[in-house]
């Protein structure tokens, strides 16, 4: 399981001193239980069971994978903003903690990949034009999650669909 990679990772961090995949792996630790806690919460409103309770609020390797691609987005929104602002000391320690966190994601999509799935879904659903791009991404999102940022397949969605 995905979260048992992480706390391994974490022990052989501290084993060998490194400082900044401990602070990354500790960080997308935190997030995690953070969301099992959230689970949890909602699960105790329905179940009284504490064992099952126990059982049923565990996050499932999608569900981390979600936590894992939202702690890259972030990455990536932050080198955008600090690039922006000409803190390329800031660029370059988010770009590192980016390359941490990926190696925790699944293989990434090629954006050729991409636009199949993308040109496919366009047949399945029908779409047109641009008042279209809802019901396509929700045809789309389903089948690349995980493996491709939203923005891309935005991007993508947007310039089939002009």
């Known amino acids: 399981m995905l979260k048992e990679k ?17 602070l990354v792996l500790r960080g997308i630790n935190a997030v995690i239980y953070n969301k099992e806690i959230e689970k949890r919460t909602k699960l105790s409103k329905q179940e009284k069971d504490i064992k099952k309770l126990e059982k049923e609020s565990k996050l499932t390797d999608e569900e981390i994978i979600d936590v894992i691609s939202g702690e890259a987005k972030k990455r990536r929104e932050s080198i955008e903003e600090f690039t922006k602002g000409d803190r390329q000391d800031l660029v370059d320690k988010e770009t590192k903690e980016l390359e ?17 799935i993308v040109k496919k879904a366009i047949i399945d659903t029908g779409a047109a034009g641009p008042k279209d791009i809802g019901k396509l991404m929700s045809a789309v999102m389903p089948q690349v999650k995980g493996k491709t940022d939203g923005t891309v397949v935005n991007k993508i969605v947007g310039e089939l669909l002009k």
């Not at 992480?6 to 401990?22: F, G, H, T, V």
């Not at 941490?100 to 199949?116: G, N, R, T, W």
């Open 6 to 22: 992480i706390n391994q990772d974490i022990k052989q961090a501290m084993i060998n001193k490194e400082e900044l995949l401990l």
């Open 100 to 116: 941490i966190i990926k190696k925790y994601l699944p293989e990434q999509m090629s954006e050729d990949a991409v636009k199949k």
